[in-house]
């Protein structure tokens, strides 16, 4: 596809760093935009070009950085030093959106005049997001329209961006895809929450959350956010919108004016629901669902947990804010069910649930994760590759949730000096890290031996997997493993 006037890559030199998932992306539509393109990664075999101190920043005009790529990597900090524009592979999708054309049912052109590009949803945060943008997309599919998740969650944005068939885009964002973006201006957007996470790679929680802050900016219709989060709250106050747009809340509890909520089992949309002119907007409201349209996503013990919950207000206050009907919020809701190692049950034996959520990668994730149980009904395994993580909220506010604690990792110092000091009462089993290919038997075997029936064994880890598994999918499969190799002959004591 031609890109527009506006965008000017025809005959560009363009420098993409990076060949990863968004970086291959990013390089096809570049070259298909008459680019001269050449790709930087000092490991993959496909790439033009491996040694970075060989670059030639003389010879590039544009570099299209893929979120792997800290900011203080030496050719992207030489390239903003010497004032070249350095963009991400979602910025290029802004730049590159296409007009969308009009299809039938069986998803050919009709032929009649095309409509503007696809309005963005846009979803960030710390926690929460890849929920939040499949339960959105199900939502806008249930209204009939053509709305995949993309971004963070799989599929490069720049795809969907430059596909005429797309009518509304679910785009979930990392902090690394905006750190380098500066002209995405969403239809709607919400940060789901801001907590320390990633703070090597921005150089400190500041530049973190100012990262997180950019999905706000430009905001066509809404920009929202959890009125229990009182820093993104901040954030909304700040952020430079278009006129018009609002700031719109949602809750767990009963709605004020002007938000999404739950009364009674009910979530209810008072901001939404009737014209801005309306004079009985304040005093009415619309059912959108009920907490039975979400039972399929309940923990072991029958109950959604809160985060999940949050998550299912934030993606219907998007689709809202995009004009979906009520009927609409209630089907996707039903439709959509949870990715992988996203608290997911694998298993029971003996009366113990095992749940994996080798999703949760920070400390944040993990205390909401833990969230979801009853006191003292926890097997908690936890530990791996810190960040540079300190553990102490985490064990402070969820140490009640605790039955016992088994430590993976191959330094699980921060957490179990977190658990020393502020649990000094709950047993913790640590996992000698030697033979990295059965520490989830180990794990699994030990937690078996600290629960009782009633209980879940919660595979939560609030670290990055790194340090012993290619990735927190692998770690979260070892453990569904080792859970269906328990021997349920054998005495757990």
């Not at 905006?178 to 709607?188: E, I, K, R």
């Not at 959108?288 to 029958?302: I, T």
């Not at 919660?458 to 328990?486: I, K, N, T, W």
């Amino acid at each position: 596809m031609a890109a527009p006037a506006s965008a000017g890559l025809d005959g560009r030199r363009v420098l993409v760093a990076g060949l990863g998932i968004s970086g291959r992306a990013a390089a096809t539509v570049l070259r298909a935009n008459g680019a001269q393109v050449a790709v930087l990664d000092e490991v993959a075999a496909g790439a033009d070009l491996h040694d970075a101190a060989a670059v030639d920043l003389d010879a590039v005009d544009l570099v299209v950085a893929s979120p792997g790529w800290p900011p203080h990597h030496r050719v992207l900090a030489a390239a903003v030093a010497r004032g070249l524009p350095v963009w991400s592979e979602v910025e290029l999708a802004w730049r590159l959106r296409a007009d969308r054309v009009v299809s039938g049912p069986d998803g050919s052109p009709t032929g009649a005049p095309a409509r503007g590009p696809a309005p963005w949803l846009v979803v960030t945060g710390t926690n929460g997001k890849t929920t939040t943008v499949g339960m959105l997309s199900a939502i806008l599919t249930a209204a009939g329209e053509r709305a995949p998740a993309v971004g963070n969650v799989g599929t490069p944005v720049v795809a969907a961006a430059t596909d005429p068939t797309v009518d509304v885009l679910a785009v979930e964002l990392s902090s690394f895809q905006l750190h380098f973006t500066s002209s995405l201006a969403a239809q709607a957007a919400v940060v789901l929450n801001v907590a320390p996470d990633h703070l090597d790679w921005h150089g400190g929680f500041e530049a973190y959350s100012a990262a997180k802050a950019k999905v706000y900016a430009g905001a066509q219709v809404a920009c929202v956010y959890d009125v229990a989060e009182a820093a993104v709250e901040e954030l909304v106050r700040a952020a430079d919108v278009q006129e018009g747009a609002r700031a719109v809340g949602y809750t767990l509890g009963v709605p004020a004016a002007g938000q999404i909520g739950v009364v009674d089992g009910i979530v209810v949309d008072r901001a939404f629901h009737a014209a801005m002119d309306d004079p009985h907007r304040h005093s009415c409201a619309v059912e959108l669902a009920d907490l039975d349209d979400l039972v399929h996503l309940a923990g072991p013990g029958g109950v959604v947990a809160p985060h999940v919950l949050a998550d299912a207000l934030a993606a219907t206050a998007l689709a809202r804010a995009h004009g979906v009907p009520a009927e609409a919020v209630r089907a996707g809701l039903r439709e959509f069910r949870a990715g992988a190692h996203r608290s997911v049950a694998v298993g029971s034996l003996d009366g113990v649930a095992y749940v994996d959520d080798s999703k949760a990668t920070n400390a944040h994730a993990a205390a909401a994760s833990l969230a979801a149980f009853g006191p003292a009904s926890v097997v908690w395994v936890a530990g791996g590759l810190a960040k540079g993580a300190r553990f102490d909220e985490l064990v402070r506010r969820r140490r009640d949730r605790l039955r016992g604690v088994v430590l993976i990792g191959v330094d699980p110092e921060p957490l179990d000096d977190a658990l020393g000091r502020h649990a000094p009462g709950i047993p913790v089993l640590r996992i000698d890290p030697a033979d990295t290919g059965t520490v989830m038997t180990r794990a699994v075997t030990q937690a078996r031996r600290l629960a009782r029936p009633g209980d879940t064994v919660l595979l939560a880890p609030a670290c990055a997997s790194m340090d012993q598994f290619a990735s927190y999918a692998a770690r979260g499969d070892a453990f569904g493993e080792a859970v269906h190799g328990l021997d349920p002959t054998a005495d757990a004591r």
